[in-house]
């Protein structure tokens, strides 16, 4: 299933930065090579995650969901000289694909990843403080995540939320007791409920709700 009808979507791809040879040559690789390749962020999110990370010009970013890597590449981008961006991913089979592309980046000595589950994982960020962060992993998760990460992030950052329309299934009344879709709406509930942050729930692809921590 197509998150926007194709044509739209056509559209939006053509009418935005091109994606970057070595993302556009990632991106190829994991949907002839890797399970689900759905997962990964794609043209025009990517370049989203690129224009918010200019915008900031982080220090510290938190990725939760490294998947192959694509959308660290893009977060990347946007770095401080000095900025470092951790992500974390349980998955070690897709480590060397990650590393691959990233090596070929100028970010490759700034991405520092982390294997393992990330409730557990997050426990050796302690000591960091994050200006992003993008929660892309586990839905069941993301509301856990959410309260782990929270303290860490300076005032003024930014939260980022991946999948928070679950391919419409947050507004369909037949999904209303799968477990997954319950968290996820929980989830986006809790974020608008929250008077910590102020928020959009961006309809960009699949969703992604946006928190700026007050
Ligand atoms: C949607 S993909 C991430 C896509 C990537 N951010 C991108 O845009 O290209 C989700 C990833 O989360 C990882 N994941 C799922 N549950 C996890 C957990 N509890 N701890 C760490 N990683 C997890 C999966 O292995 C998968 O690679």
């Known amino acids: 299933m197509d998150f926007l009808p194709v044509d739209l979507a056509t559209y939006a ?3 935005t930065t091109p994606e970057p040879d070595l993302l556009r040559r990632l991106n190829r690789d994991t949907y002839a090579h890797v399970l689900r390749p759905r997962m990964l962020s ?5 370049r989203l995650l690129a224009l918010i990370s200019h915008l900031m010009q982080p220090r510290r970013i938190l990725e939760i969901g490294t998947y192959t890597g694509y959308s660290a590449l893009c977060l990347a981008e946007g770095l401080a000289p000095d900025g470092r961006l951790f992500t ?6 897709l480590e060397t694909i990650a590393r691959t592309y990233w090596s070929e980046s100028p970010y490759v000595d700034q991405i520092d990843f982390r294997l393992g589950d990330a409730a557990i994982v997050l426990e050796t960020l302690a ?14 998760n993301y509301a856990l995540y ?3 990460i929270f303290d860490q992030v300076r005032p003024g950052g930014l939260i980022l939320a991946d999948n928070v329309l679950w391919s419409g299934k947050v507004v ?24 910590r942050v102020d928020n959009v729930l961006l309809p960009v692809r699949d969703g992604i709700m946006m928190a700026r921590k007050r």
């Open 42 to 46: 794609g043209h025009g999110q990517g």
């Open 146 to 148: 959410y309260d782990l």
């Open 88 to 93: 974390i991913d349980k998955n070690e089979e």
């Open 172 to 195: 369909d009344p037949e999904q209303a007791n799968d477990p997954v879709t319950r968290a996820v709406r929980a989830f986006n509930q809790k974020i608008h409920d929250d008077p």
């Open 13 to 15: 791809d053509a009418l």
């Open 127 to 140: 000591d960091e403080v994050f200006d992003l962060v993008f929660i892309d992993a586990d839905k069941e």
